[in-house]
């Protein structure tokens, strides 16, 4: 198994992935491929990108060792990959800057993108404005709503907010407001895709983009522990935090990767947006993947209390690294994932994204029944500030 | 009999009208489209509703949210084809949408059922060449079409490699853009138009963006067919009540100004 070589293949990761877009759209696709391979050939390309990681970004970003996590549930040692502590506050960051260097590369002038929690659309405000391109973002309105803190934000940043009000008013909808802008503007536009989703080659892109998150991880455990950990956790959205932090380690056996889906009010209700565990495969927002769709093949629409992970896709290398049995894909309740908010909060003195705190949630689940010496490795890939009102509102119902 | 062939031959323009199957509701489906070919529509692009039409515009998104509100499935766009068939054996019938659909159901079964039901082409709008593998085999064994796009965008060495695989007719975008009514049309049109006619000896249907008897005009003389469809779903939406009437007239008035050339 070897994604490298499936990548090369049409942009297929088994059959899954693919360019399944707009003639009018073909055309920017190619473009962008040929920039980011030609890029990520260049030496210049990765300093440049390193440069901007380190001394803009803050990279690298610990690895923490969660002591009284770890003592609180007695088995397995957790550390916490802290993406949290990235500027912007969140693993998307790593993704907008290398993607806003290929769109200056390109000659592009601005930047489109599509947001759910709003990190992503505040992480491509924020390139935008550090390499002075105008920058429009698509959010829905229910999304405005539960993360206003973000909207603002990409206000002040001089980003403009274009209300979506079609469909769930979620990050689906944005992403399709935003596919139909790119169509229209494609000659001065980039399109800054924020998940490991969409057509290829996307979803390979941001892969590489974010998989800096496993490889400091892995050179991180090694100078600790002086050996790999025995389990990977991270969320699952679309998942470009998880690609992100499996991508070194997947061709390393040893180690237990699992991706964490949201189950909203449950799997077993219409109420969640676990689309590996409860999906189907189809096509959508131009790849092949699993979706939650109806039975006569419309889309459904998701739920989570965690507007990041509120996506009824999933990228379609997670579709296939579950049909290859290399990563292991569960599923956490809005009920435990804020139980796990509140717990790494108290008990540790980091508040997670509602996103994160459904790996953590997974982490305390299966910790206690594990032994001493296990390593957990957690991506905290966010921070939770963004989310007081969605916790506290949430809290209050109860 | 190839009735898309058959149309294209017996006339000189083409006027190809495009109805979201469902909308406004399943049962006016059907009488929509007799009003469509009574005032003078030759072919039919039946639109599929879906949940996420990324490359259309406000008005055929709708459309589409409407028929689906509405109640719509999957055998009541199989229905609604058939039973157009029953009475009609002259118009085409081109089934319009988005791929998951199709794949929910099993390309070769959807496939069959279209033949089946009486459609002749289909036109998948996020399914571009590159990815039609999947899909050929079932259509070419059914004898149906494939209608293939060409975009403002699309680069000559891919127009080549589209035209060569295509049959029916060829789709041409005249806009960078999703569907949906616009005030003009792009002066470099006609000259796509000739570009794409050098390569090919099919016939060329122009549509996004069209809606106007001033647009039509500025075009028709090179092109062999026009495409309208928001135009019409924004009639029905203005005279939801009772548009039987409006529409006739606006139907009507679009055909004399194609077919006018005649």
């Known amino acids: 198994m070897n994604t490298d070589m499936t990548n090369k293949f049409k942009g297929r990761f088994g059959s899954f992935g693919g360019q399944y877009i707009a003639e009018t759209l073909m055309p920017a696709m190619s473009e962008v491929e040929n920039a980011f391979n030609i890029a990520w050939n260049e030496k210049s390309f990765h300093e440049e990108l390193s440069f901007y990681l380190k001394e803009f970004v803050g990279r690298p970003s610990p690895l923490f060792y969660a002591e009284r996590l770890t003592e609180r549930l007695a088995g397995a040692k957790i550390y916490l990959k802290r993406e949290d502590l990235n500027h912007t506050g969140a693993h998307k960051i790593n993704n907008t800057m290398g993607q806003a260097l290929l769109a200056r590369r390109m000659n592009k002038t601005r930047l489109i993108a599509e947001t759910g929690a709003g990190q992503h659309g505040v992480a491509t405000a924020t390139a935008a404005a550090i390499f002075g391109f105008t920058c429009d973002v698509f959010m829905g309105e229910e999304d405005m709503k539960r993360q206003e803190e973000n909207v603002k934000r990409m206000y002040m940043l001089g980003a403009k907010i274009i209300p979506v009000h079609s469909g769930t008013k979620t990050l689906k909808d944005a992403m399709n407001e935003a596919m139909r802008e790119w169509i229209a503007t494609s000659q001065d536009t980039f399109y800054v895709i924020g998940s490991a989703a969409g057509p290829h080659p996307y979803p390979m892109i941001v892969r590489e983009f974010q998989k800096i998150i496993g490889e400091e991880t892995k050179q991180q455990i090694m100078e600790k522990e002086n050996r790999l950990p025995d389990s990977v956790i991270a969320c699952v959205g679309g998942g470009s935090n998880a690609i992100g932090i499996f991508t070194p380690f997947i061709q390393l056996k040893s180690v237990k990767l699992i991706g964490v889906e949201a189950a909203g009010l449950g799997i077993n209700t219409d109420q969640h947006a676990a689309s590996i565990t409860g999906g189907k495969v189809g096509i959508l927002h131009g790849s092949k993947t699993y979706l939650l769709q109806t039975e006569d093949g419309q889309i459904c629409n998701a739920h989570s209390i965690s507007a990041g992970l509120d996506y009824p896709g999933v990228g379609p290398e997670h579709s296939w690294l579950h049909d290859e049995n290399r990563v292991q894909y569960v599923s956490i309740t809005d009920e435990e994932a804020v139980n796990a908010f509140m717990e790494l909060t108290r008990f540790q003195g980091i508040i997670p994204a509602l996103e994160s705190s459904h790996a953590i949630a997974h982490t305390m689940k299966i910790a206690p029944s594990l032994p001493n010496d296990h390593i957990i490795i957690v991506n905290v890939s966010g921070r939770g500030d963004k989310d007081m009102q969605s916790v506290n509102q949430y809290l209050g119902k109860k | ?262």
């Open chain 2, 1 to 262: 009999m190839d009735r898309i062939k058959q149309i294209f031959s017996e006339k000189s323009k083409i006027f190809i009208a495009y109805i979201t199957a469902g909308f406004p509701s399943v049962n006016d489906t059907l009488k929509l489209m007799n009003i469509l070919v009574d005032n003078g529509v030759d072919i039919i692009e039946l639109g599929y509703p879906f949940s996420d039409p990324t490359a259309d515009g406000p008005a055929i998104q709708i459309s589409s949210q409407l028929a689906l509100n509405s109640g719509f499935k999957r055998d009541d766009y199989f229905r609604i084809l058939r039973e157009f068939r029953m009475n009609n054996d002259r118009n085409p019938v081109v089934v319009f949408g988005y791929l998951n659909p199709i794949y929910n159901m099993g390309v070769d079964p959807f496939v069959t059922k279209v033949k089946e039901c009486g459609g002749d082409a289909l036109l998948v709008v996020d399914l571009p060449f590159e990815e039609q593998s999947e899909i050929r085999p079932a259509v070419d064994s059914c004898g149906l079409h494939i209608i293939q796009l060409i975009s403002p965008s699309t680069t000559s060495d891919r127009m080549e490699r589209i035209l060569e695989s295509a049959t029916g007719f060829v789709y041409q975008i005249s806009i960078r853009g999703v569907t949906g009514e616009r005030e003009n049309i792009a002066q470099t049109v006609t000259a796509h138009t000739k570009e794409i006619r050098s390569q090919t000896d099919l016939p060329i249907a122009l549509g996004f963006g069209i809606s106007k008897a001033s647009q039509i005009e500025t075009v028709i003389e090179t092109v062999d067919g026009i495409v309208i469809g928001s135009a019409i779903i924004n009639t029905i939406r203005d005279n939801i009540k009772d548009y039987d009437m409006p529409l006739a007239e606006k139907i009507s008035a679009l055909s004399k100004t194609i077919h006018h050339a005649e």
